[in-house]
């Protein structure tokens, strides 16, 4: 069994060591101000220096824990680096994990791992054990020593801690799932590409006698309490797909008087009717913001079938010709386009395949900050996007996606409309604005998408 955990009251010392069937490991004390984060093999009392953990971060990567709030496991791997140096990257990165499998088979562990909290998937590390195997993807179910050795740590342990051999539902924090899976579902990840380990747990469990269940049966999978969105707009009870139907916009109610000199309008002062988005009415909003986005579809029609066919509204649609169409009945609909802000925000949908149409388009780009200038005056809201928390100012898509998740892409590269397309408005409006590492708060753990170069 594993030691106490090793900790004194001025430093803590996280010691990894190599896991034997008898351990007799002796607690070690360092007055440093930065203590050796140690692979340690305690056959040889050999030891290799992978990091260094100083007393002042320490507490922010581990913490003491009850042995009764465990009640997961999380799976990793170490990207195809090799554990050496995963190790370094981590520690350097303020994380660390409970166990390392390498390609041997060879199990490493820090002491204590019950009794220890650290820092891999945060929401989810105050009960999980984290477990991460050398290699990429799948390639350790080629590996039968390695494979062999993960299995029987996960088959351990899951009996030690009373875990349920399934990854039915993350929420219940209950159970042996991948990063991915915890990813998609909390957030606070430096990127969402799959960790390709789904079919690695799925012979984990297979082998040990578990029940795997594929993500689109994830417990409430389509549910909206996830980060990375699985869309179902239209369904019935059980899921079955079924005809859309909307309670507003074109075709179904009158056409709107348009009030904002920035919006197209027919010789009659309402808005033109093919240019109108069915949508359902889904209240009104507090007017405190403005949120941009691009359409991804070089179309404006084109656009307004996607967004129907989604259940998605926007407020505002900017065409290519510079061009802007009020989409929904009253300007303070609410519209459904970015989690987070829909209940305070305008959203402004630019028509245009990536950021470099965008910004190669003058014509439209002076509209949409007409547009954005005429709302900010009417509605008292401030010219810049330093905080997005407030829900007080002129926001991308991006921002709201990194804060709040809520969407079926997220990625750590993505922006959307392009931050350099936010500064060419912001500017031509007269505002400030701020790169993102200078948004609030933006190295801070409140986020969707950490800003980290590393992460388990």
């Excluded at 998609?184 to 690695?200: A, I, L, P």
Aim: aromatic letters at 10%; charged letters at 25%; hydrophobic letters at 35%.
């Amino acid at each position: 069994m594993l030691k106490a955990s090793l900790f004194n009251k001025r430093f803590l010392l996280l010691r990894v060591f190599l896991v034997l069937s008898t351990l007799g490991c002796s607690s070690q004390h360092n007055s440093n101000d930065e203590v050796p984060l140690l692979l340690a093999s305690e056959s040889t009392e050999s030891s290799l220096v992978v990091g260094q953990l100083s007393a002042k971060n320490s507490t922010a990567i581990l913490k003491t824990r009850w042995k009764f709030r465990v009640s997961g496991i999380l799976l990793h791997h170490t990207r195809g680096l090799s554990l050496e140096e995963y190790m370094h990257q981590a520690s350097s990165g303020g994380w660390m994990v409970h166990y390392a499998v390498d390609k041997d088979g060879k199990v490493y562990a820090v002491e204590d791992p019950g009794g220890t909290e650290l820092k891999a998937a945060p929401i989810l590390d105050p009960y999980m054990l984290h477990i991460v195997w050398e290699g990429n993807k799948e390639e350790i179910l080629k590996r039968p020593v390695q494979r062999k050795s993960l299995v029987q740590l996960v088959g351990n342990l899951s009996n030690q801690f009373k875990i349920p051999f399934t990854n039915y539902d993350i929420a219940s924090k209950a159970g042996i799932f991948t990063h991915t899976q915890a990813k998609k579902k909390y957030g606070r990840f430096v990127d969402t590409s799959d960790c390709g380990m789904e079919n690695v747990l799925k012979a984990i469990l297979e082998d040990l006698s578990g029940k795997y269940y594929p993500e689109l049966e994830w417990k409430n999978r389509f549910g909206p309490d996830w980060v990375l969105r699985k869309e179902r707009p239209f369904s019935g009870p059980k899921g079955e797909e079924i005809e859309p139907t909307y309670d507003r916009g074109r075709g179904t109610t009158k056409t709107s008087k348009i009030d904002l000199e920035s919006i197209e309008k027919t010789p009659d002062g309402v808005q033109p009717e093919d240019r109108r988005l069915k949508y359902n009415y889904r209240g009104v909003i507090s007017a405190d913001c403005i949120v941009l986005h691009f359409t991804a579809i070089p179309d404006y029609f084109h656009t307004m079938k996607v967004l129907e066919k989604r259940n998605l509204s926007a407020t505002f649609l900017a065409d290519k010709d510079g061009k802007v169409y009020q989409l929904l009945d009253h300007p303070l609909h609410m519209a459904a386009a970015a989690t987070g802000t829909n209940r305070n925000c305008f959203q402004v949908e630019i028509v245009g395949k990536d950021t470099e149409m965008l910004l190669s388009n003058q014509k439209q780009a002076e509209g949409v900050a007409k547009l954005v200038k005429e709302l900010s005056l009417k509605y008292e809201i401030p010219l810049n996007n330093q905080k997005i928390e407030s829900l007080n100012g002129i926001y991308s898509h991006t921002q709201a996606k990194k804060k709040w998740g809520g969407s079926i892409f997220l990625d750590g590269k993505d922006f959307d409309p392009g931050e350099p397309y936010m500064k060419k408005i912001i500017e031509l409006v007269s505002g400030t604005f701020y790169e993102e590492q200078d948004w609030y708060d933006r190295l801070g753990p409140d986020w969707i998408l950490l800003f980290s170069e590393f992460q388990p």
